[in-house]
Protein backbone atom coordinates (compact mmCIF):
# COMPACT_ATOMS: atom_id res chain seq x y z
CA UNK A 1 0.00 0.00 0.00
CA UNK A 2 1.18 3.04 -1.24
CA UNK A 3 0.34 6.61 0.09
CA UNK A 4 0.62 10.01 -1.87
CA UNK A 5 -0.18 13.22 -0.25
CA UNK A 6 -1.72 15.77 -2.39
CA UNK A 7 -1.96 19.35 -0.94
CA UNK A 8 -5.29 21.12 -1.69
CA UNK A 9 -6.45 24.90 -0.84
CA UNK A 10 -4.75 26.33 2.20
CA UNK A 11 -4.05 24.04 4.43
CA UNK A 12 -6.29 20.43 3.36
CA UNK A 13 -4.59 17.31 2.30
CA UNK A 14 -6.04 14.85 -0.16
CA UNK A 15 -4.43 11.47 -0.28
CA UNK A 16 -4.26 8.75 -3.04
CA UNK A 17 -3.81 5.00 -1.80
CA UNK A 18 -2.68 2.63 -4.17
CA UNK A 19 -3.06 -0.90 -4.24
CA UNK A 20 0.70 -1.46 -5.91
CA UNK A 21 0.11 -4.57 -7.20
CA UNK A 22 -2.88 -3.98 -9.21
CA UNK A 23 -2.04 -0.79 -9.34
CA UNK A 24 -5.99 0.73 -8.84
CA UNK A 25 -6.20 3.58 -6.17
CA UNK A 26 -8.63 5.07 -3.51
CA UNK A 27 -8.82 8.88 -2.99
CA UNK A 28 -9.21 10.39 0.31
CA UNK A 29 -11.51 13.75 -0.14
CA UNK A 30 -10.40 14.67 -3.51
CA UNK A 31 -11.25 18.66 -3.09
CA UNK A 32 -9.34 19.26 -5.87
CA UNK A 33 -10.51 16.73 -8.34
CA UNK A 34 -8.67 17.69 -11.48
CA UNK A 35 -5.42 17.78 -9.15
CA UNK A 36 -6.04 14.73 -8.14
CA UNK A 37 -7.00 12.84 -11.42
CA UNK A 38 -3.63 14.33 -12.62
CA UNK A 39 -1.46 12.82 -9.58
CA UNK A 40 -3.40 9.26 -10.51
CA UNK A 41 -2.58 9.68 -14.18
CA UNK A 42 1.42 10.67 -13.08
CA UNK A 43 1.67 7.43 -10.98
CA UNK A 44 -0.79 5.38 -13.36
CA UNK A 45 -3.18 4.10 -11.14
CA UNK A 46 -6.58 3.22 -12.12
CA UNK A 47 -9.20 5.08 -9.66
CA UNK A 48 -11.77 3.34 -8.39
CA UNK A 49 -13.17 4.67 -4.82
CA UNK A 50 -13.32 8.15 -3.12
CA UNK A 51 -13.71 7.93 0.81
CA UNK A 52 -15.62 11.12 2.17
CA UNK A 53 -14.90 11.61 5.50
CA UNK A 54 -16.96 14.01 6.15
CA UNK A 55 -19.68 16.57 4.74
CA UNK A 56 -17.84 19.95 4.86
CA UNK A 57 -17.23 21.54 1.73
CA UNK A 58 -13.52 21.35 1.88
CA UNK A 59 -13.62 17.59 2.24
CA UNK A 60 -16.81 16.73 0.17
CA UNK A 61 -16.63 19.53 -2.29
CA UNK A 62 -15.03 17.65 -5.26
CA UNK A 63 -17.19 14.67 -5.12
CA UNK A 64 -19.58 15.64 -8.15
CA UNK A 65 -16.56 16.83 -10.21
CA UNK A 66 -14.85 13.32 -9.88
CA UNK A 67 -17.46 11.44 -10.68
CA UNK A 68 -17.25 13.54 -14.06
CA UNK A 69 -13.86 13.10 -14.51
CA UNK A 70 -13.80 9.18 -13.69
CA UNK A 71 -17.17 7.79 -14.88
CA UNK A 72 -18.38 4.73 -12.22
CA UNK A 73 -15.92 5.99 -9.57
CA UNK A 74 -18.23 4.91 -5.74
CA UNK A 75 -17.87 7.85 -3.61
CA UNK A 76 -18.35 6.50 -0.20
CA UNK A 77 -19.40 8.45 2.93
CA UNK A 78 -20.97 8.43 6.45
CA UNK A 79 -24.74 7.63 5.97
CA UNK A 80 -26.15 10.44 8.47
CA UNK A 81 -23.75 13.06 7.04
CA UNK A 82 -25.47 13.57 4.00
CA UNK A 83 -22.26 13.86 1.82
CA UNK A 84 -22.51 15.54 -1.59
CA UNK A 85 -21.89 13.29 -4.43
CA UNK A 86 -22.51 9.87 -2.38
CA UNK A 87 -22.94 6.83 -4.24
CA UNK A 88 -22.21 4.71 -1.59
CA UNK A 89 -23.03 4.93 2.27
CA UNK A 90 -21.26 3.45 4.96
CA UNK A 91 -21.89 2.10 8.75
CA UNK A 92 -19.45 1.53 11.56
CA UNK A 93 -17.93 -1.70 11.04
CA UNK A 94 -18.58 -1.74 7.00
CA UNK A 95 -15.63 -3.31 5.10
CA UNK A 96 -14.94 -2.40 1.46
CA UNK A 97 -11.52 -3.44 -0.54
CA UNK A 98 -9.03 -1.85 -2.76
CA UNK A 99 -7.18 -4.22 -5.70
CA UNK A 100 -5.92 -7.71 -4.38
CA UNK A 101 -4.49 -6.72 -1.06
CA UNK A 102 -5.91 -3.63 0.73
CA UNK A 103 -8.71 -3.84 2.82
CA UNK A 104 -10.65 -0.91 4.16
CA UNK A 105 -13.03 -0.32 7.40
CA UNK A 106 -15.14 2.22 8.33
CA UNK A 107 -15.11 3.59 11.76
CA UNK A 108 -17.96 5.87 13.08
CA UNK A 109 -16.12 8.82 14.76
CA UNK A 110 -18.95 11.33 15.49
CA UNK A 111 -18.30 14.98 17.00
CA UNK A 112 -17.19 17.47 14.17
CA UNK A 113 -20.00 16.46 12.00
CA UNK A 114 -22.72 13.57 13.60
CA UNK A 115 -21.82 11.17 10.48
CA UNK A 116 -17.83 11.15 10.12
CA UNK A 117 -16.29 8.63 9.12
CA UNK A 118 -12.85 7.36 9.83
CA UNK A 119 -11.38 4.97 7.04
CA UNK A 120 -9.11 2.45 8.55
CA UNK A 121 -6.60 0.67 6.12
CA UNK A 122 -4.57 -2.78 6.20
CA UNK A 123 -2.39 -4.71 3.49
CA UNK A 124 -2.88 -8.02 3.77
CA UNK A 125 -2.92 -9.96 7.09
CA UNK A 126 -3.48 -6.76 8.66
CA UNK A 127 -0.29 -5.53 8.09
CA UNK A 128 1.11 -1.73 7.31
CA UNK A 129 -1.93 -0.46 8.89
CA UNK A 130 -3.26 3.79 7.99
CA UNK A 131 -5.96 5.44 9.67
CA UNK A 132 -7.57 8.42 7.83
CA UNK A 133 -9.32 10.62 9.87
CA UNK A 134 -10.59 14.12 8.20
CA UNK A 135 -11.47 16.29 11.02
CA UNK A 136 -11.88 13.92 14.21
CA UNK A 137 -8.37 13.40 14.99
CA UNK A 138 -5.03 15.99 13.75
CA UNK A 139 -1.53 15.61 14.59
CA UNK A 140 -1.48 16.85 18.25
CA UNK A 141 -5.56 18.09 18.31
CA UNK A 142 -9.05 17.52 17.05
CA UNK A 143 -11.54 18.94 15.28
CA UNK A 144 -14.27 21.53 16.71
CA UNK A 145 -16.87 20.20 17.96
CA UNK A 146 -19.65 21.36 15.30
CA UNK A 147 -22.28 18.77 15.54
CA UNK A 148 -21.57 16.65 18.69
CA UNK A 149 -20.57 16.96 22.27
CA UNK A 150 -17.27 16.05 24.18
CA UNK A 151 -18.64 12.40 24.63
CA UNK A 152 -18.69 11.56 21.45
CA UNK A 153 -15.74 13.06 20.76
CA UNK A 154 -13.99 11.40 23.77
CA UNK A 155 -15.49 8.01 22.54
CA UNK A 156 -14.37 9.18 19.12
CA UNK A 157 -10.42 9.68 19.83
CA UNK A 158 -9.79 7.92 23.02
CA UNK A 159 -11.77 4.37 22.51
CA UNK A 160 -12.23 3.83 18.92
CA UNK A 161 -8.98 5.28 17.20
CA UNK A 162 -6.89 4.77 20.25
CA UNK A 163 -7.64 0.86 20.37
CA UNK A 164 -6.18 0.86 16.72
CA UNK A 165 -2.75 -0.85 16.75
CA UNK A 166 0.13 1.41 18.28
CA UNK A 167 2.01 1.66 14.68
CA UNK A 168 -0.90 2.92 12.73
CA UNK A 169 -0.38 5.81 10.59
CA UNK A 170 -2.62 8.73 11.22
CA UNK A 171 -3.37 10.93 8.14
CA UNK A 172 -5.60 13.68 8.74
CA UNK A 173 -7.38 16.43 6.83
CA UNK A 174 -5.03 19.48 7.71
CA UNK A 175 -1.86 20.86 8.33
CA UNK A 176 -2.16 21.97 11.82
CA UNK A 177 0.57 20.57 13.22
CA UNK A 178 2.83 23.71 14.79
CA UNK A 179 0.35 25.58 16.27
CA UNK A 180 -1.58 22.59 17.40
CA UNK A 181 2.05 21.05 19.15
CA UNK A 182 2.15 24.91 20.60
CA UNK A 183 -1.15 24.57 22.33
CA UNK A 184 0.08 21.31 23.61
CA UNK A 185 2.64 22.88 25.23
CA UNK A 186 0.30 25.15 27.41
CA UNK A 187 -1.39 22.22 28.52
CA UNK A 188 1.72 19.85 29.09
CA UNK A 189 4.82 22.16 29.30
CA UNK A 190 6.90 19.34 30.56
CA UNK A 191 6.06 17.06 28.17
CA UNK A 192 9.35 16.42 26.29
CA UNK A 193 7.79 14.66 23.62
CA UNK A 194 5.33 17.59 22.87
CA UNK A 195 8.75 19.57 22.83
CA UNK A 196 10.54 16.92 20.54
CA UNK A 197 8.14 16.91 18.18
CA UNK A 198 6.89 20.20 17.72
CA UNK A 199 10.96 21.19 16.85
CA UNK A 200 10.86 18.71 14.60
CA UNK A 201 7.55 19.76 12.75
CA UNK A 202 8.99 23.34 12.62
CA UNK A 203 11.90 21.77 10.94
CA UNK A 204 9.75 20.41 8.48
CA UNK A 205 7.64 23.07 7.74
CA UNK A 206 10.35 25.54 7.42
CA UNK A 207 11.54 22.66 4.74
CA UNK A 208 8.03 23.23 2.92
CA UNK A 209 7.39 19.05 4.03
CA UNK A 210 4.26 17.67 5.70
CA UNK A 211 4.04 16.75 9.14
CA UNK A 212 1.65 14.23 8.27
CA UNK A 213 1.09 10.99 8.89
CA UNK A 214 1.73 10.73 12.72
CA UNK A 215 0.99 7.56 14.57
CA UNK A 216 -1.47 6.37 16.89
CA UNK A 217 1.42 5.63 19.83
CA UNK A 218 2.91 9.32 19.28
CA UNK A 219 -0.55 10.44 19.16
CA UNK A 220 -1.08 8.65 22.62
CA UNK A 221 1.95 10.94 23.80
CA UNK A 222 1.87 14.49 22.97
CA UNK A 223 -1.99 14.50 21.85
CA UNK A 224 -3.99 16.33 24.78
CA UNK A 225 -7.07 15.16 23.61
CA UNK A 226 -6.00 11.65 23.71
CA UNK A 227 -4.41 12.03 26.76
CA UNK A 228 -7.39 12.77 28.68
CA UNK A 229 -7.63 9.67 30.19
CA UNK A 230 -4.14 10.36 32.23
CA UNK A 231 -4.85 11.88 35.78
CA UNK A 232 -1.78 14.37 35.90
CA UNK A 233 -3.59 16.06 32.53
CA UNK A 234 -6.65 16.08 34.35
CA UNK A 235 -5.11 17.72 37.32
CA UNK A 236 -3.83 20.28 34.63
CA UNK A 237 -7.01 21.42 33.88
CA UNK A 238 -8.67 21.16 37.12
CA UNK A 239 -11.14 18.45 36.03
CA UNK A 240 -11.73 14.91 37.70
CA UNK A 241 -13.13 12.53 34.51
CA UNK A 242 -11.75 12.13 31.18
CA UNK A 243 -14.64 13.71 29.24
CA UNK A 244 -14.76 16.42 31.75
CA UNK A 245 -11.01 17.33 30.86
CA UNK A 246 -11.56 17.00 27.11
CA UNK A 247 -14.55 19.27 26.75
CA UNK A 248 -12.08 22.31 28.80
CA UNK A 249 -8.85 21.31 26.89
CA UNK A 250 -11.32 22.34 24.00
CA UNK A 251 -12.80 25.23 25.66
CA UNK A 252 -9.15 26.08 26.19
CA UNK A 253 -7.94 25.96 22.57
CA UNK A 254 -10.77 27.88 21.04
CA UNK A 255 -10.05 30.69 23.77
CA UNK A 256 -5.97 29.99 22.73
CA UNK A 257 -6.94 30.06 19.27
CA UNK A 258 -9.17 33.23 19.42
CA UNK A 259 -6.38 35.18 21.40
CA UNK A 260 -3.53 33.66 19.15
CA UNK A 261 -5.51 34.91 15.82
CA UNK A 262 -6.02 38.13 17.38
CA UNK A 263 -2.44 39.00 16.67
CA UNK A 264 -2.36 37.35 13.07
CA UNK A 265 -3.00 38.21 9.36
CA UNK A 266 -6.54 36.86 7.94
CA UNK A 267 -4.46 34.81 5.56
CA UNK A 268 -2.64 32.94 8.54
CA UNK A 269 -5.89 31.48 10.18
CA UNK A 270 -7.96 29.89 7.72
CA UNK A 271 -8.08 26.71 9.72
CA UNK A 272 -12.03 27.12 10.77
CA UNK A 273 -11.89 22.97 11.98
CA UNK A 274 -8.99 23.24 13.92
Sequence with gaps: MKVIH?????????YLVIDEKTKQGAVVDPV????????????????????????????????????????????????????????????????????????????????????HISYYLTGKEEEDPAVFTGDTLFVAGCGKFFEGTAEQMYQSLCVTLASLPKPTRVYCGHEYTVKNLQFAQTVEPDNAKISQKLSWAQQQR????????????????????????????????????????LREIRQRKDNWRGVWESCRCFEDFLDLDV
Design 206 to 245: QSGLPTIPSTIQEELESNPFMRADLPEVQERVGCKSPVEA
Design 6 to 14: IPCLEDNYS
Design 32 to 115: EPEKVVGVAKENGVDLKLVLTTHHHWDHAGGNEKIKELVPGIKVYGGSVDNVKGCTNKVENGDRLSLGDDINILALHTPCHTKG
